[in-house]
């Protein structure tokens, strides 16, 4: 804890916590300030005027960012005959129909996005209690069940990055790591901002998006300013 304490101290040498940053400042300072042994995650987190209890505010999608977010991502695909070979061909990790249902059910979960074919929904649909809350559920509005299977894995594996507003009106997302270029980080974090205010739903009143601030694993969080934000 001591140690953690004594990085966290360091990090913040310089910052002034009250400084509103550009997106492109901030990314210069996370990555300046990147000194553990491992490749962080740059993240942005924008906290907006909605209640998602509401659906007529609810916050959601998916964005592919411009260069990925350096991060293998795992795809299950729901999918038979035909379609099954095409999810295999464009780099699906895991393809099956009630056999991957039946491992799913047993705890095997070893996938960051779940595809479905719109015929195989009968059978996803009984893994809405395990998928659901852990955001996993296939949903056409997000172009996971599809019948182009390969479009969506192809797009799953080079960087498509789904967001989901939470509890709290707090919507969050990897945005590349500390190895990528400043230019690189900063194009997919405009990317992500970007996608999310367009996102802004037909219920929300008021200022959509309050507050915003990017951080890395184990750097600060630095505010960003709204105001530069370009809508």
């Known amino acids: 804890m001591a140690k953690t304490a004594k990085r966290m101290q360091k990090a913040l040498d310089g910052i002034d916590r009250e400084k509103l940053y550009t997106v492109e400042e901030a990314v210069a300072e996370l990555k300046a300030r990147s000194k553990v042994k491992f490749d962080e ?13 509401h659906a007529d505010q609810m916050v959601r999608g998916v964005v592919s960012l411009p260069h990925g977010t350096g991060k293998t991502m795992r795809v299950a695909v729901f999918a038979r005959d035909a379609k099954a070979e095409e999810a295999k061909a464009a780099g699906a990790d895991i393809v099956g129909a009630e056999d991957l249902m039946e491992d799913i059910q047993k ?18 649909g009984r893994l809405g209690k395990v998928l659901g809350p852990k955001g996993l559920m296939p949903n056409p ?24 507003v939470e ?13 990528f270029d400043e230019a690189q980080i900063i194009e997919n974090a405009k990317a992500f901002i970007g996608a999310v205010v367009k996102a802004k739903p037909t219920g ?3 200022t959509y ?15 960003i300013d709204t105001s530069a934000i370009d809508a």
């Open 204 to 206: 929300a009143k008021g």
């Open 209 to 223: 998006v309050k507050k915003i601030a990017m951080s890395s694993s184990m750097g600060p969080g630095l505010k």
């Open 41 to 53: 995650t740059i993240e942005v987190a924008m906290n907006l005027g909605v209640d998602p209890r």
């Open 107 to 124: 705890g095997n979960m070893d996938f960051d996005r779940v595809i479905a074919t719109p015929d195989m929904m009968a059978v996803v």
């Open 167 to 179: 509890k709290a009106g707090i919507v969050h997302g990897g945005v590349g790591k500390a190895s």
């Open 141 to 164: 509005k997000l172009g996971t069940v599809t019948p182009d299977v390969k479009g969506a894995v192809e797009a799953a594996k080079a960087g498509q990055v789904e967001y989901r």
